[in-house]
Structure formats: structure tokens, C-alpha cells
């Protein structure tokens, strides 16, 4: 099946710095979708992105294809932007589902 | 904004006890995940459903999990007997189904077998 990679696996801020999140993937896919997971547990959707730039707020990512790789820009961190980053990607078929990385952990320090 | 609901958020039992978890997804969402995350991990597919049918359980432990969907809406995942292997957080997820704009994912279900 299709493996993700994730890098760094964990990541310290003083808060107000900016970050580079990196996903690798090794096939190609018809969606990737970047995840926050909070402390509580749960997952939240930050982006969808199969291809292109997207940007919400102070987080973007970009996602280019053709070389099989995302990456998520956190720009001026805040301490509630801490918790695991999960990228997950899923390939094309009938019974397609996703896959994910091992996830990033994210410590944005005040 | 429409959710993905799970019940219960938490759970305790016992080894050898029977477990269930409920999930709702979001209404008109075709397609449902149950997924499973052991602690410092990602998330695995145990069992996905298109409707009502089963499409994919390759990794669901059918000797002690069961998973069901009757109705094509909710869904029930059970595990008996629980073991103490099986602590993890289990998450449900709903999908539009053949043309994708993503998964939404319920708060999930935190058990700890004892």
C-alpha cells in the first residue's frame, strides 16, 4: 500500500515563529487532507488540498503532485496551535480510503 | 456545521468484557469509517461501509470486533471480549461517497480496557 512520511516528527516553537510541516508520499493520490489533532483527541480537518495552494488564516499548504509531496506553513504560532499534525492521503479505486502518516508533533512554547 | 457524532467519549471496562461504540454520520454521507489510533500513532482503517454493505474489514480482528450499519445510517462497532491490547481511540469518520471533499471525523472514543 501507499506509504506516508511525515518530517520532522517533532517540532518546538517559541511562539510567533514560523514552521514548515512536510509530507511524502509514495504513489499518486486523489486527496490529501492536513489534520490537527487537539489534546481531547480529536481530529480536525485543516485542509484538503490533492493539488495547489490553499491558505486559511495563518495556516497554508501546498500540495504538488507530480513530486508527491504537501507541505503545511504555520505562520506567527500560538500555543493553541500545538498538538499533532497529521497529513493522509488516499489513492484512486473503488474502495479507497485514508492513509496516515505517523503525524508531527507540534510544541509552540509563550 | 454539520458533525460527526460519537458515543460514548469515554470508556473503561474490564478484559473479557463487552465493549460498543454508536457513531452518526453526517446526514447523507454514504460512506463511513471506523478507524483505530493507538497512543503516538496515526490512524488505521478497521472497517469501512458504503450504505449498508461492508467494503472493507481486511483489518478488523473479526474474531472479537463486529461491525454493523443497518440501516445505512448509524453505525455500531462491538469488541468481545476486550483485551488489554485494545485501549485506543476509536474514531468514526463519513465521507460523501464517490466524488470526495474530504472526511469529517466524529470526537471519537477513548477506551481503556482494565
Known amino acids: 500500500g501507499i506509504q506516508v512520511e511525515q518530517s520532522p516528527p517533532d517540532l518546538i516553537l517559541q511562539e510567533g515563529a514560523n514552521s514548515t510541516l512536510r509530507c511524502n508520499f509514495s504513489d499518486s493520490v486523489n486527496n490529501l487532507q492536513w489534520f490537527h489533532q487537539n489534546p481531547w483527541g480529536q481530529l480536525i480537518n485543516l485542509f484538503y488540498?490533492?493539488?495547489g495552494t490553499k491558505q486559511n488564516g495563518r495556516l497554508s499548504a501546498t500540495t504538488v503532485a507530480t513530486e508527491r509531496y504537501s507541505l503545511l506553513y504555520i505562520s506567527s504560532s500560538q500555543t493553541t496551535d500545538s498538538g499533532v499534525y497529521f497529513c493522509?492521503?488516499?489513492?484512486?479505486?473503488?474502495?479507497?480510503?485514508?492513509?496516515f502518516g505517523k503525524g508531527i508533533t507540534l510544541s509552540v512554547r509563550p | 456545521e454539520a458533525e460527526v457524532a460519537q458515543s460514548p467519549r469515554y470508556k473503561i471496562t474490564e478484559k473479557s468484557q463487552a465493549v460498543a461504540f454508536w457513531c452518526d454520520p453526517i446526514?447523507?454521507?454514504?460512506?463511513l469509517y471506523w478507524y483505530r489510533q493507538i497512543l503516538g500513532q496515526g490512524p488505521e482503517l478497521l472497517v469501512q461501509?458504503?450504505?449498508?454493505?461492508?467494503?472493507?474489514d481486511s483489518q478488523l480482528p473479526k474474531d472479537r470486533f463486529s461491525a454493523e450499519r443497518l440501516k445505512g445510517v448509524d453505525s455500531t462497532l462491538k469488541i468481545q471480549p476486550a483485551e488489554l491490547g485494545d485501549s485506543a481511540m476509536y474514531l468514526c469518520?463519513?465521507?460523501?461517497?464517490?466524488?470526495?471533499?474530504?472526511?469529517?471525523f466524529g470526537s471519537g472514543t477513548r477506551l481503556t480496557v482494565v
Open positions: 488540498i490533492p493539488s
Open positions: 461501509f458504503q450504505d449498508e454493505s461492508v467494503v472493507d
Open positions: 469518520a463519513s465521507s460523501p461517497g464517490p466524488i470526495y471533499y474530504g472526511y469529517t
Open positions: 493522509a492521503v488516499e489513492t484512486s479505486g473503488a474502495n479507497s480510503k485514508l492513509t
Open positions: 446526514s447523507g454521507h454514504a460512506t
